[in-house]
């Protein structure tokens, strides 16, 4: 293990800044404000950050040392744990939010759980659900359900690694396509096409899609079961919360499909086939803290183009698709549709391969 690979223990610093808030409405800071402490770190103070921490570009390349970073027990070790920090996080926070009596205080509280869930629930789950050991993907399904997208788990890896780059893709964002459009179509397209999948997999082997063989059909059960729990625990407010929480979770994460994919194409090279995806469909950013945070999510060009690879090895690609920020920085800017454009745009157009279809 490489002394810079100490900084993944980073991820779990976003489980600090709920306390960090309650702290602060202890010390006297109003409540409605303080409750917002954690978005305004997550997307005011890391990019600052991530100017002083610099890049990190360097890929492992002797081959003996990949293999035994490929092995190293600390890595998985990493983003499992983060299902009991994450499930009790999620308790505490829902148990706060009950003592909190203006709105403003409630609001920025929900939506910062919302968005701590997005970057400490769902990227793990997504490091997780591409594992082939038995264990790990049913770790990322939990915690993909705790948030109540486990259809993720079913379409990422069937449906978006498949068509991604294409105008088939459920989280590839069309070139001019505004966050706003996207969002609300890819959290509805996401779940849809999961159940489909699930649907025609078991069709094709005789069996009924109806049956506990179904993905879907299980993890509903299980996100039905941590409704009763919250809802018993702390009725019907707690239930609410849940399940905002999850709805905001699973919004931030489609922000950052948006970013991650946003304008480009891959060439249809015949009816119904596109060219084969490589590291030139994704865009990559180097930054190194937010790559800690984020278990190395913006080496997403090299996770496209070798999904299984864990993400310790995930390698950087200096001919990628560049964002000219961070995830934290270009979360916000998505946000700021004209920006957006006048900034991405350029960039995309650049990476963007002409068709006879003009498609996508």
């Given at each position: ?48 950050i ?59 509280w ?102 506990w ?28 919360f ?50 800690w ?37 270009m ?6 549709p ?10 995309a157009l ?11």
């Amino acid at each position: 293990m490489r002394a810079r690979d100490l900084g993944f223990l980073l991820a779990f610093s976003t489980a600090l800044l709920p306390a960090g808030a309650w702290q602060l409405m202890r010390f006297g800071v109003p409540p409605g404000l303080a409750a917002w402490f954690p978005v305004v770190f997550i997307f005011v103070v890391v990019p600052w950050i991530d100017a002083l921490c610099g890049d990190e570009r360097r890929n492992e390349d002797d081959a003996a040392a990949v293999t035994r970073l490929e092995h190293a027990h600390y890595f998985p070790m990493l983003t499992a744990l983060v299902v009991p920090v994450w499930l009790g996080l999620l308790a505490w926070c829902t148990a706060r939010f009950a003592a909190l009596d203006s709105l403003p205080a409630k609001l920025g509280w929900l939506v910062s759980t919302g968005v701590i869930g997005g970057v400490l629930a769902i990227n793990p789950a997504h490091e997780l659900i591409h594992k082939s050991t038995r264990w790990e993907p049913l770790l990322g399904g939990l915690l993909l359900t705790s948030v109540g997208y486990a259809g993720f788990k079913v379409e990422h890896v069937r449906g978006h690694h498949l068509h991604v780059a294409t105008s088939e893709d459920s989280s590839s964002a069309r070139l001019g396509e505004s966050v706003y459009a996207f969002v609300p179509r890819a959290l509805w397209r996401n779940v849809r096409n999961a159940w489909r999948l699930e649907a025609q997999r078991l069709r094709g082997r005789g069996r009924s899609p109806w049956s506990w063989r179904n993905e879907m059909v299980a993890w509903t059960a299980l996100w039905l079961a941590f409704m009763a729990a919250f809802a018993w625990a702390g009725g019907w407010r707690a239930l609410g919360f849940f399940l905002l929480q999850g709805v905001i979770a699973a919004a931030t994460l489609e922000v950052i499909n948006y970013v991650e994919h946003y304008g480009l194409e891959r060439q249809l090279i015949a009816p119904g086939r596109y060219e084969r995806v490589t590291h030139h469909h994704s865009w990559n950013a180097p930054q190194r803290y937010t790559n800690w945070l984020l278990f190395n999510l913006q080496r997403h060009s090299d996770h496209h183009a070798v999904a299984r690879r864990r993400y310790q090895v995930l390698r950087h690609h200096g001919d990628s698709p560049q964002l000219p920020a961070g995830y934290a920085t270009m979360f916000v800017l998505a946000l700021v549709p004209p920006l957006w454009r006048r900034v991405m745009n350029p960039r995309a157009l650049a990476f963007r391969v002409p068709s006879e279809t003009g498609a996508f």
